[in-house]
């Protein structure tokens, strides 16, 4: 859910990197929080989880949008992969406005990626959520690592079904795909919440 910031004329939105441990969530926002200008960003702040770690960081997009007055701002988050943290997996959710989920490539993660995907699902419903009606895109990390599995087997594990959302193939550490995952994810979030705005005042 978004906060509106009056005083500020601010509207933050929120989103937030989903995935198993070490798929890359971590990478993908140190790469863009690396690659902002130090104007448009926040302090990012990592929370250590024991030997696993969620990170949390503001930022302007470049080209800030100012929707009736109103500049927007994104928070990005990541959640700890660890299945034994679930219980900040789902505080970090809280408020979510859209999700990136990030997918480890490689055959040997596979299982994990489904767990974390349905995971994902049931942490969501808790807030009376539903991932098919959210601002929502995949990210198939790693792909410079072998063996990965083919692009068209991993959308049948992970996204398929009556909403096929947009997907990303990307190479974290070195930023291929990090921005087109999270320009557009932040497209959906802007579409959905100004969409209804408008809606609303019709």
Not at 37 to 49: D, F, I, Q, R
Not at 132 to 141: E, G, K, L, R
Not at 150 to 178: H, I, K, M, Q
Request: proline letters at 4%.
């Amino acid at each position: 859910m978004s906060i509106i910031n009056y005083a500020a004329k601010v509207i933050n939105f929120k989103v937030v990197y989903y995935g198993p441990g070490l798929a890359g969530k971590t990478a993908n926002l140190q790469y863009i929080h690396r690659c902002l200008p130090e104007t448009s960003k926040g302090k990012m702040v990592s929370l250590a989880t024991g030997d696993d770690r969620t990170l949390f960081f503001d930022f302007l997009p470049v080209s800030a949008l100012g929707v009736r007055g109103f500049t927007t701002r994104f928070q990005l988050y990541t959640v700890p992969g660890q299945t034994h943290y679930n219980m900040t997996r789902k505080l970090v959710l809280r408020g979510v406005d859209g999700v990136v989920f990030v997918a480890d490539s490689q055959w040997a993660r596979l299982r994990e990626n489904v767990e974390s995907l349905r995971n994902l699902d049931e942490n969501l419903k808790e807030y009376g959520l539903a991932l098919a009606a959210m601002p929502y895109v995949v990210q198939y990390n790693k792909r410079d690592l072998g063996p990965v599995a083919p692009l068209d087997y991993l959308e049948y594990l992970l996204n398929r079904g009556a909403r096929r959302v947009p997907s990303f193939e990307a190479v974290a550490v070195d930023g291929t795909g990090v921005f087109d995952t999270l320009n557009t994810v932040s497209r959906m979030i802007l579409v959905k919440e100004f969409g209804q705005a408008q809606e609303a005042h019709s």
